[in-house]
């Protein structure tokens, strides 16, 4: 069959599409007026094809397969690189419930905005219908969502990162909750117009409709602009549903450990974007019989199970992970899930047709062409792939997944960690000392500026819980939701521990304190020690901390001190930052719940006795 034909068989809604999709897609084909509308089945032989329709309008180009089989580069425009948070739009009726961390606008005015923008938008294209699991298909925690796009770069990514196809499309009847994601790179082609290899639009709108659980994206093609199941669903529309249904959804990685005696853990890790979720969730333990398994690097989605205790599913089926640093002393097991199959957005390309990145290998290759297209040599003085470039590769694929990670009733979590990426003040980890002291470090992550928003890069930013530009609804109310959340695991009897941790402490010279990586699996030891009840903890005022010696560092070639600094608590800092906090909390219009304020005063206090 010709590509042509082929698609050809998927230009009407497979037989037993439920009549609301049909009637939606319709609604939708009707205001962007495309070319055509295509129905995703999700095959291997669709995603080859896309593969040929977007190498032949110069959108991929497919990698050496002698080095990366079945793989491709794509190189965005350069105004498309990273998520807009300026254009990002919580569209809740009332502005409050949008709360002070979300940009706002009305419904009606957004929808208005919006009818105009999507209008025509699609003529000269193809509109895809991209049916998706969050989940496995099925999991009484999965949830199920249909994409509209015109961008088959998105269509190919949505595959990767769902569960994607005709099964989910079979699975909605006329009582299945389904989430409605409009997609549109809002670059409409008139008749004998020639199409750029990455069309997108300098006006850009990622809006969300909570109430209405609907999702309106319109100018960018990029990561969590466009994949709308991550961020704009998984994250923004599931914590809304979540906190009406008594969930939580987070920006998390889920971890599986077995500690030298056989017990087995899962924890769940909040770090902002670029501060190593990926790197934690595929960690390669340093110290002896310890083993650690991927279960998720992205997101979580958690909730107390049927046992009473708080179990946690990965709704996701793929990494889109950060790729410069990425590199075999950084994370192997990284490496070893993209030998294949992956798709890669914005780095540089080796002259032997496979790819490159900063950090990827020590020695630095003599030439490239860069994530811009241009030539490139070490002494071009720029990186040769930009800063949030991406690989796109099925979680199947990692050769430490857990068999457990599509478990449909989720993974029951041991500990939960918070962590930001701190030059100063945090120490290496920190114990809370309960659920509401927990509640508290996770609404004060603070976190330097990485490359995967737009901004300045470096400078500290508040990112509590890590979902700052994630939380579909007010901040202070999603804390309260965490509050009650823990009432609720407290009235079976089992609450997890929570910790915090930062891996990016520096010393006098600016060189990061901690090495990090494989060697975080000391700290984990720590934690899960704490939470077998095996070792004592110290009080301090920011909570509770190894004693001396409890941390496993054998081996480790520290400089003196090294310790020391790691965990020093400067009152002085410590009493601005928690005046800085104080401050952050008072943008929330009286709406931080008190059992949260009440720990900021005790923190003072502690830190004044
Ligand atoms: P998103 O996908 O954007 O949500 O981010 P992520 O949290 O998954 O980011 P990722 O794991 O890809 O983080 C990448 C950055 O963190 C790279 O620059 C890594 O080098 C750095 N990183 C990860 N772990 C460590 C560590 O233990 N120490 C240090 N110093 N850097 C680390
Ligand atoms: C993040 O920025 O936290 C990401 C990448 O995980 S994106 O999907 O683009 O949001
Ligand atoms: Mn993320």
Redesign the pocket.
Known sequence: MSIAEMTRTHFSAPDGTNQSVIAWVEEIAALTQPDEVVWCNGSPEEADELAELMIEAGTLTRLNDEYRPHSFLARSDPSDVARVESRTFICSVNESDAGPSNNWAAPAEMRTTLDGLFEGAMRGRRLYVVPFSMGPLGSPLAKIGVQVTDSPYVVMSMGIMTRMGTAVLQSIDDSTEWVRAIHSVGAPLAAGDTDVPWPCNQTKYISHFPETREIWSFGSAYGGNAILAKKSFALRIASVIARDEGWLAE?M?LLKLTNPRGRVFHIAAA???????????MLKPTIPGWKAETIG??IAWLGKGADGRLRAINPEAGF???A???GIA?NETAMDTIWGNTVFTNVALKDNGDVWWE?MTDEVPEHLIDWQGNDWTPESGTPSSHPNSRFTVAAAQCPTIADEWESPQGVVIDAIIFGGRRATNVPLVVEARDWEHGVYLGATISSER?A?AEGTIGELRRDPFAMMPFCGYNMADHWAHWLSVGQNLRSSGTVPRIFQVN??RKGADGS?L?P??GE?SRVLEWILERVDGQVAAQESALGLLPREGDLNIDGLDLDENVMEQLFAIDTESWLAEAASTEEFFATFDGRVPAAVTRQLEQLKARLTS
Not at 271 to 281: D, R
């Open positions: 920006h990685l770090f902002p974007s670029a501060c190593g979720k990926t790197n934690l969730a690097d992205d889109f992970g950060v410069p640093g990425t950084t950090g990485t995967a891996w990016f990061f901690w990090g990586f975080n």
